[in-house]
């Protein structure tokens, strides 16, 4: 098969693979569409992730080639199907409690073992989804969408609250419409890019603001006291520490976005308390892929127009650097 590989550190290739080895409780699956997302260029400068080589890819939907031995039926050969790629231990502590996001253990398909830029993948029958009809293209957004809808579970938004969202990005438009489906009374949001704004306007947002040095009056303007909830899906350090400007009291911040791991803000630990903030992390997925489908399904998340390219696994090292410019919205890989 053919595969794209991360050979070393900023190191790509695209070269011929042998196809993975399915095991007994394991999923063959062809890959038909696989979106590059911001963590695959953190495993490329090799903060995150590995060891190389390794084939990324971890948003991902095709169709079931074989199924192994020992697996239990819940998923069949000719299925379309999108697979989630976390892999939890189920016996450390986090595990035992549920908690599977934070496994001590945790690995992932196409973060640390390989994923979905390749014609086939194999998965755990647990980790793997039937999609009904559902679009490849539209289905490897599941994945995102799932830690978006992670993120907004556990923000568990007052129903009425105003929000504010910074980034219009593929998240940032997932967010924003989870926002409003979540019982936000508006959704402001703030971008760098016109193109962005424009298109967060079209998919619900009830104002957008240029990020540039206006920004902050045409905020007040909007809402003098400030927003209920703050959300960042930048990571961008300055803009998570200037959150805390637009925040009305008992508000609450999700810091969704990922910055540096070597990052750090200024916060003011008086006005947290004065104010009785409440302040959200949010990583990855737990047990949010079943959601986040019937969300594409119904049509209650919009995502087709979220993607902008796509490109066949030959190209991968072209479509690596599109994804990287901050030009395009969502570029996929769609093995032929
Ligand atoms: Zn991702
Ligand atoms: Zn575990």
Redesign the pocket.
């Known amino acids: 098969m053919k595969a794209a590989y991360y050979e070393g550190l900023h190191e790509i290739v695209v070269r011929d693979a042998p196809e993975p080895e399915p095991g007994p409780k394991d999923i063959f699956v062809r890959v038909r569409a696989c979106g590059i997302?911001?963590?695959d260029q953190h495993i490329y400068d090799g903060d995150f992730g590995g060891p190389f080589p390794l084939i990324g890819g971890?948003?991902l939907a095709g169709d079931v080639v074989a199924v192994g031995s020992e697996t239990l039926g819940d998923v069949r050969v000719g299925q379309r199907v999108a697979v989630s790629p976390n892999l939890s231990c189920g016996s450390c502590f986090y595990c035992r409690r549920g908690q599977v996001n934070h496994c001590l253990r945790w690995s992932a398909i196409g973060v640390t073992r390989d994923g979905g830029f390749a014609d086939y993948v194999v998965a755990p029958e647990a980790n793997v989804y039937p999609i009904d009809d559902l679009d490849y293209e539209l289905a490897a957004f599941i994945?995102?969408l799932s830690?978006v809808v992670y993120g907004v579970k556990r923000l568990a938004i007052p129903v009425g609250a105003n929000a504010l969202l910074y980034g219009a990005g593929p998240i940032g438009l997932l967010m924003l419409q989870l926002l409003d489906r979540a019982g936000a009374s508006s959704v402001t949001v703030v971008d760098l890019k016109r193109d962005k704004l424009e298109l967060a306007a079209k998919l619900g947002a009830h104002e957008v603001v240029d990020a540039g040095d206006g920004a902050d009056n045409a905020l007040r303007e909007i809402s003098p006291l400030g927003f209920d909830v703050v959300v960042d899906c930048t990571g961008v350090p300055a803009v998570v520490e200037h959150m805390f400007s637009h925040v009305r009291n008992e508000g609450k911040l999700l810091f969704f976005g990922v910055n540096p791991t070597e990052a750090r803000v200024s916060v003011s630990p008086y006005d947290v308390y004065r104010k009785d903030l409440e302040i959200y992390g949010s990583f990855a997925l737990r047990y949010t892929f079943h959601d986040a489908f019937v969300l594409l399904q119904s049509g209650a998340v919009d995502v087709a127009p979220l993607l902008s390219d796509r490109f066949p696994i030959e190209a991968f090292p072209v479509a690596f650097e599109r994804a990287a410019s901050g030009d395009a919205f969502k570029v996929q890989i769609q093995p032929a």
């Open positions: 997302c911001g963590t971890h948003e994945e995102p830690c």
